[in-house]
């Protein structure tokens, strides 16, 4: 069994920051990239950030600049620093982590958490 735990979501005022954490716990094959992709109410479900195994990036362009990823490759964990929040950016938050082989690749999601900013 592969579980995503994720943890840091809340209520924050407009303009305050909150972290988000991601753990990977059980049996999973290398990690190619882990992010979290959010979905806001009657919203398609969109990707805010991700980060591959190198470090490499990338982001939703309503979240550059104030949003950073970052990924501990041995704990398998990944963390999403969000700054200067909005209501814009109130939705669930999932975690996503890609991990595989040469072979085959698995696609894994976390439960959500709920972000909410307040005007």
């Known amino acids: 069994q592969v579980h995503l735990v994720e943890s840091g979501g809340g209520l924050v005022q407009s303009g305050g920051s909150l972290r988000l954490s991601c753990a990977a716990s059980g049996t999973i094959s290398s990690i190619k990239s882990m992010g979290w992709y959010r979905q806001a109410p009657g919203k398609q479900r969109e990707l805010a950030a991700i980060i591959n195994s190198a470090g490499s990036t990338n982001y939703q362009d309503s979240v550059k600049g104030r949003f950073t990823i970052s990924m501990d490759n041995a704990k398998k964990t990944v963390t999403l620093q969000m700054n200067s929040l909005q209501p814009e950016d109130t939705a669930v938050y999932l975690c996503?982590?890609?991990?595989?082989?040469?072979?085959?690749?698995?696609?894994?999601w976390g439960q959500g958490t709920q972000v909410t900013v307040s005007p």
């Open positions: 996503y982590a890609l991990g595989g082989s040469s072979a085959w690749v698995t696609a894994y």
